[in-house]
């Protein structure tokens, strides 16, 4: 196939290289809104770490449904001494235009705040909407055009009639800070609702991953332009890479119109994509000038008259080099795009929306990668034919031969050979040593802290995370409760449930009971707080109880009970996938059934070594300053699961990369020895560069102000450094030295299948 993929290639280069650019101009102006409608980044909806059918999810439905289709909008005025009743008078006479006009656009009894209260201060029901140290307000605006209704879930006249109606409300609250001014010069608001929080996210993401590439995208160049030789190299795996980025966002895109999408699922997946897009180019082009430099020294040695060259596609030594290039790095490409693929659809068996979407969203972006390096690369460079067989402006600086050294291509000389026949001579030393340093690493662990954090993932600066924070502190009385006890049903069974069993869990702090309806809602105050242990033992010790009737508990707490109960579920459903999938790709690629089984388990202990770490950053509090980051106290539960799941694909995809040229050397007749070195040293250095550009792209993510990002952008870095050092250069030549002749057993009948498959 891939033969065949190189022929087509060649003819039709210009063709490929066309194609690519209409699309990516194309998808990139939808994804950007550029054709009038909504873009990707405006249509992300705020993470959700729910778990359908969980108790949490379906309570929280059924709160939507109590609650309505009304909108609320808020506005949060601080910097003004409403102690004294002077300034109370003030300041309701600084409002009376302000209250004319959103009474005018959502009615008289929908605009509330201290000032409308007859009595005013004096009452409770006013000084709950005061704060606490008597230096602001709370202003609050419902909309609900529809009364007590519920319009359907599909009316689009009705949500844009909502629409438009909280964006003047937002729009005329906006003004209220400077009609305040007369009354008190410091005098400042924040407006809020959901879809601010919302979009406050979206364009944090939007701008964390212009960010991201604008750092790595130079000092990714930098590097292959060193790696390839030369700038022109380096310009196939480049414009790839943001071919890719075009791509992926498309595919986004798509899926987010057929299941909403959150900020977190869009910045990892872009961070990946463009990481092993990047890194796939690079060993394509690697390995094609390899193959242009060994024609070269052989045209240059063959005896006689030179025969007269074709030129650009026609080249038959452009078109054979391109053929060896794609069904030897080609191929490790695209076994590494199914590995890490296979390996992100296991997270889809998790139960989790967002886990769900990561796993399809960074599924379509490794197999848009793979795409991008298997037609567009190639065809780049076919296009610049045999310009990169001429010595590069730096190696002509340098004054150094074009072609490797005659030592150097025979792959028994170098850092990475060296580096594994020194290994090879105390092979358990090295081996206990990695091992030992990994489990080190991973002793954090011990102490994790999964969270499902909601207000806590924007970033400090935010106006939006300010409001939420000075709500929490200084309006007790309008902040959320840390959990919600929905009981379908009332009467004296269910006030007798609540206070004789649901009072008295332990981390129970109050409950307040509401009816509403036929249902009975009581808010609960818990010890700790929403997201400490006791409040997640409390929503435990709640579920545990008999009821008298169909109950729902909901709430942060709620919310991470919930998900750590779905992944201790999904887990042997996802490794059980993950090593399947993993396990038969290696063994087609290698045909050894130790290879693989030995594989698994190194990158297991890799991954929980990088787990470790991240734990000992993020929850530990560690480098915070030099990260930029506010201890949450944890870490996110879906970015340790997301990190699993695309940790290992990065694992086995480095695996795919080194195990391929030793198997070449292999199936060549050299000994198990020799063919560790010369693999180690033939792709040592493409490897360890493909692995320096993965980093730099995930660390230019952790520029970002997100948590979630930071966390998930440090978590493949780091997992991508100890497995390209600790793994590759200690335990892999280690272990098949100790394996010998081994590595390469399978029983008969499995020989068989994967002959006749690969047929």
Aim: aromatic share 6%.
């Amino acid at each position: 196939m891939l033969a065949w993929l190189s022929r087509r290639v060649v003819k039709d280069a210009w063709y490929v290289v066309g194609t690519w650019a209409v699309l990516a101009v194309v998808l990139l102006t939808v994804c950007l809104g550029g054709l009038g409608g909504a873009g990707l980044f405006g249509r992300l909806e705020t993470g959700d770490s729910s778990v359908p059918r969980a108790q949490s999810a379906r309570g929280e439905q059924v709160l939507r449904t109590l609650s309505g289709d009304s909108q609320t909008v808020s506005l949060l005025v601080t910097g003004i001494d409403i102690s004294d009743t002077g300034t109370q008078q003030e300041v309701a006479s600084a409002l009376t235009g302000a209250h004319a006009d959103l009474r005018a656009l959502v009615g008289e009894q929908n605009v509330l705040d201290p000032f409308v209260v007859p009595g005013m201060l004096s009452e409770p029901a006013a000084q709950a909407l005061a704060s606490a140290d008597l230096d602001g307000f709370l202003m609050i605006v419902t909309v609900n055009p529809n009364g007590s209704k519920v319009a359907p879930a599909g009316d689009r006249a009705y949500a844009a009639e909502v629409a438009s109606l909280v964006s003047k409300v937002e729009s005329r609250l906006k003004e209220i800070p400077d009609e305040l001014r007369a009354v008190s010069p410091a005098a400042t608001g924040v407006v809020s609702d959901d879809a601010l929080v919302s979009r406050a996210v979206d364009d944090r993401v939007e701008k964390d991953l212009v960010r991201g590439g604008l750092i790595c995208l130079p000092l990714v160049l930098l590097v292959m332009t060193l790696v390839l030789d030369g700038p022109l190299a380096a310009v196939a795996p480049l414009l790839g890479g943001l071919a890719q980025v075009a791509g992926s966002l498309g595919a986004l895109y798509a899926l987010d119109l057929v299941n909403g999408l959150s900020p977190f699922v869009v910045a990892t997946a872009s961070a990946l994509g463009l990481a092993l897009s990047l890194g796939y180019g690079l060993i394509v082009t690697r390995r094609y000038r390899e193959e242009l430099a060994r024609e070269g020294e052989e045209d240059s040695a063959a005896p006689g008259p030179r025969r007269r060259r074709r030129t650009g596609r026609r080249d038959p030594l452009v078109a054979d080099c391109m053929t060896t290039a794609l069904t030897t790095a080609g191929r490790t490409a695209l076994f590494s795009g199914l590995t890490v693929a296979a390996s992100l659809a296991g997270l889809t068996l998790m139960g989790a929306d967002v886990l769900w979407s990561v796993g399809v969203a960074g599924t379509l972006a490794a197999l848009v990668a793979v795409a991008a390096a298997l037609t567009l690369v190639p065809a780049l460079l076919v296009l610049m034919g045999r310009r990169l067989q001429r010595p590069s402006l730096l190696r002509r600086a340098m004054g150094r031969s074009p072609f490797p050294r005659p030592e150097i291509a025979s792959g028994r000389t170098g850092g990475p050979a060296w580096i594994a026949r020194q290994v090879r001579r105390m092979p358990w030393v090295a081996a206990v040593a990695g091992i030992a340093l990994l489990i080190v690493l991973a002793s954090p662990l011990h102490d994790l802290r999964m969270l499902t954090s909601t207000t806590e993932l924007l970033p400090a600066h935010s106006d939006q995370r300010t409001y939420l924070q000075l709500l929490q502190d200084d309006y007790p009385a309008a902040a959320e409760a840390d959990a919600t006890l929905i009981i379908y049903g009332t009467g004296e069974r269910v006030t007798s449930y609540i206070n004789d069993q649901v009072a008295y869990v332990d981390g129970v702090v109050q409950v307040k009971p509401t009816i509403a309806g036929k249902y009975t809602v009581a808010y609960l105050d818990l010890e700790g707080g929403a997201s400490s242990v006791t409040a997640e033992r409390a929503v435990a010790g709640i579920q545990a109880l008999d009821p008298p009737a169909d109950t729902w508990i909901t709430g942060q707490a709620a919310s991470q009970y919930d998900f750590r109960q779905a992944i201790v579920h999904g887990l042997p459903k996802v490794v059980g996938v993950l090593l399947l999938a993993s396990f038969a790709l290696l063994f087609l690629m290698t045909g050894s059934v130790l290879v693989p089984f030995k594989a698994l388990l190194i990158n297991v202990v890799s991954l929980a070594g990088s787990l470790g770490v991240l734990v000992w950053v993020f929850q530990g509090g560690h480098l915070r300053g030099l990260l930029g980051f506010t201890p949450i106290g944890g870490v996110e539960a879906y970015v340790m699961v997301t990190a699993v799941g695309v940790g290992f694909g990065l694992a086995m995809d480095y695996e795919v990369f080194i195990l391929a040229r030793i198997k070449e050397y292999w199936d060549g007749g050299d000994d198990n020895d020799t063919a560790v070195e010369r693999g180690l040293q033939r792709s040592g250095r493409i490897v360890t560069s493909a692995a320096l550009i993965m980093v730099i792209v995930f660390l230019g993510f952790v520029s970002g102000d997100l948590l979630i990002v930071k966390e998930v952008g440090l978590a493949l870095a780091i997992m991508v450094a100890l497995d390209a050092t600790v793994v590759r250069l200690l335990l892999v030549p280690a272990t098949m030295s100790l394996l010998g002749r081994w590595n390469w057993w399978a029983p008969g009948f499995l020989r068989d299948a994967r002959e006749r498959f690969l047929e």
